[in-house]
């Protein structure tokens, strides 16, 4: 599994993405509203659907996995191991090889839960996609010899890399 550790070494990307894991992670333990900052970020981002999609993948995981995914605070400096596995995952789908996710994914939810939870990464990664908000290089590669199949835009990702 591709990890880093800070988030200050991350390309600025996926900071992003993170951010935006981490905003809602904080609006949904808080019982706070940050759809309008989180649409705003990803409006601002060129990715103005990346907002909702984001919401319904991780209402999932907040809400129906083996435990709760450890996702710090926007000011925590580390990269907790369940943040990394949702942007490496992310990764994965952005290149379509969502299938690899079935093994990744199985200590932090059951089957069924995996199986919901796909389409929802894959349409959050195409939006990110839509947005040129690319997850980093090693990321996509980590599984990419895992390759289940890949869709012509997917496919036009490992070669622009």
């Known amino acids: 599994m591709f990890h880093i550790g800070c988030n200050s070494n991350l390309p600025f ?4 993405v993170l951010w935006g894991l981490r905003l809602w992670h904080l609006g949904h333990r808080t019982d706070s509203h940050v759809m309008a900052e989180l649409h705003a970020g990803f409006l601002g981002g060129g990715a103005p659907n990346a907002a909702q999609s984001l ?3 991780m209402m999932i995981l907040a809400n129906s996995c083996h435990r709760q995914p450890e996702v710090n605070c926007v000011c925590v400096d580390t990269v907790s191991d369940d943040e990394n596995l949702i942007l490496n ?10 299938g690899v996710l ?9 089957p069924p839960i995996v199986t919901l939870l796909l389409p929802l990464l894959e349409k959050f990664a195409d939006d990110l996609i839509d947005g040129s908000i690319f997850m980093s290089r090693e990321r996509i590669y980590l599984g990419s010899g895992l390759m289940v ?3 012509p835009k997917q496919q036009s990702i490992k070669t622009l890399l």
């Open 13 to 16: 990307n996926e900071q992003y």
């Open 55 to 57: 919401a319904r993948m």
């Open 89 to 98: 995952s992310i990764a994965q789908c952005q290149i379509g090889n969502s």
């Open 102 to 110: 079935h093994f990744w994914l199985d200590e932090l939810a059951p």
């Open 149 to 151: 199949c890949a869709s």
